[in-house]
């Protein structure tokens, strides 16, 4: 079988999170089938794992180059060992392997993707004649034993399975699109891409873990549609994207709309369109020339990045049964980007008021989520909320705010326009434009050192900032120019004051 990723991919720990893959320089079927049980398990919802025997691990956490490899003529006794110990699983489960070359030597790639009938257990001795059956779980990089509330709640998460990876009796080979289907492959640079896909269409579903149900009545998960079909909406009614302008505001001229054209398809589809026409109909860059500087101070009405994050994250964790789009509106002075359902209840209402990290176990739509990171749209590792924070700080903007409901049925986020955006501020004095994140990294470091100690020379500021102490003198005597700071004192035992920002 031909993996659904690039195995350079997998070595380097690129667009998978690093502990969903394992590295073990040699066959040793007992520590490998604990963490094949944990993938299956998958306690974090993150989409299962992947186990490469003949590879060490360096220093970094990364693969030894070159490989060290294992013996081909060893390989197909480890196959038939493999059926074997799979039957020993309780349920059974059945993980999908993968003969690679990498540096001119044998690899071997054991895919363990969430299991639909979890928990399964396997025993602590797969050699043993007495079996002591244990569930396993992944704990940062390492495999262990499931007790107590973690195993209760792990056999809880047995009624959970996410919508996107149940199989929909509904979809037909027929509706999966073997031209976006093989344009996924081939971005993701995986050998299944050089396969017959119209010959081989459920075989090649069947390799890509996107089919459920017994030998006799398989299905196709609904991931698949959501991801390979040209008309997704045929099995989720309303999965859209609907943009709405109000030059005036919504509030002020609720009449005055400019309506853009919905948008439809497969979600990478939905999230490229809406991400083109925000960068063509709205993102725009502002570039201002104070007078008495000769520098050009440059800033965005939205930084695409945050926009970005927020677009992904709404069609990423939507739920596609429900029959609403995810709307987006334009004013004046925000965007606002609302999709339902809202966040799990594992996050705290706390959390959610802060809209800085929204991190959870359960998530909504697990595999749509590791297609999504596979073609590096999203990284799904609870970094969306505090990305867009960033991009906005960066901007200069004000934070974004999160809104949801007591019942947790919708997501909302307002996304703050620049505050100087289409403003005149070419006479506004240098300490509001510090205020508004404006100057350079170095200079608002300065700031701060300054602010914690008032009396450190410019021969200090160099040592802690790394940088030459000309490149201090040229700052400060920026920064004095412009009133932002004001030396008092004598020249040896005087002290820095941050004007008009204390």
């Not at 640079?189 to 010959?199: H, K, W, Y």
């Not at 081989?200 to 609904?222: A, D």
């Amino acid at each position: 079988m031909a993996l659904p990723i690039n195995i350079e991919d997998l070595l380097n720990k690129r667009k998978i999170e690093g502990n969903r893959i394992e590295f073990k320089k040699g066959w040793n079927p007992v520590d490998i089938y604990h963490s094949i049980c944990a993938f299956a398990n998958d306690f974090d919802n993150l989409g299962g794992g992947y186990v490469l025997v003949g590879v060490e691990q360096d220093g970094n956490g990364l693969a030894k180059r070159p490989v060290t490899g294992i013996k081909i003529e060893t390989v197909d006794g480890i196959l038939k060992q493999m059926v074997g110990i799979n039957n020993m699983f309780d349920p059974y489960y059945l993980p999908r392997t993968s003969v690679e070359e990498v540096d001119g030597k044998t690899v071997l790639v054991i895919w363990a993707p969430s299991g639909v009938n979890r928990p399964y257990a396997i025993p602590m001795d797969v050699h043993a004649k007495a079996k002591q059956m244990r569930y396993y779980i992944r704990s940062g990089s390492s495999s262990i034993v499931a007790k107590g509330e973690v195993l209760d709640e792990l056999r809880d998460m047995a009624n959970r399975v996410p919508f996107d990876d149940r199989g929909n009796p509904d979809i037909q080979t027929a509706d999966i699109s073997t031209t976006l289907l093989r344009d996924y492959l081939v971005t993701v640079n995986s050998r299944l891409a050089n396969e017959n896909l119209t010959g081989n269409l459920l075989g090649i579903l069947e390799q890509m873990n996107l089919l459920e149900g017994p030998t006799e009545k398989r299905m196709i998960k609904n991931v698949a549609a959501m991801m390979f079909c040209g008309q997704p909406t045929k099995f989720f009614p309303v999965s859209q994207v609907e943009i709405v302008t109000f030059p005036e505001g919504r509030e002020t001229n609720p009449n005055n709309l400019v309506e853009a054209p919905v948008i439809k398809g497969p979600v990478p589809y939905m999230i490229r369109e809406t991400l083109n026409y925000l960068r063509t109909n709205v993102i725009k860059e502002q570039i201002i020339k104070p007078e008495n500087d000769e520098r050009s101070i440059r800033f965005f009405n939205y930084p695409y990045q945050a926009l970005e994050e927020a677009v992904v994250n709404a069609l990423y964790h939507r739920n596609y049964q429900l029959r609403e789009p995810v709307e987006i509106t334009i004013e004046p002075e925000k965007i606002t980007i609302l999709s339902h359902a809202g966040p799990d209840r594992s996050i705290s209402l706390k959390a959610i008021k802060e809209a800085r990290i929204l991190r959870s176990r359960r998530y909504r739509n697990r595999r749509l989520g590791e297609f999504l990171k596979e073609l590096e749209l999203t990284e799904g590792r609870a970094t969306g909320i505090p990305t867009i924070q960033e991009e906005l700080r960066k901007n200069g903007s004000g934070k974004a705010v999160i809104e949801t409901d007591d019942d947790r049925t919708y997501f909302l986020m307002d996304i703050p326009c620049h505050p100087y955006w289409h403003q005149d501020v070419k006479n506004e004095s240098l300490n509001d434009m510090v205020k508004l994140n404006i100057l350079s990294s170095r200079q608002k470091q300065i700031i701060q050192l300054i602010r914690d100690t008032p009396h450190i020379s410019q021969t200090e500021m160099a040592k802690k900032l790394n940088v030459s102490r000309q490149t201090i003198y040229r700052d400060i005597t920026y920064l004095s120019s412009m009133e932002v700071i004001v030396r008092e004192g004598a020249k040896k035992k005087g002290y820095w004051v941050i004007a008009e920002l204390q």
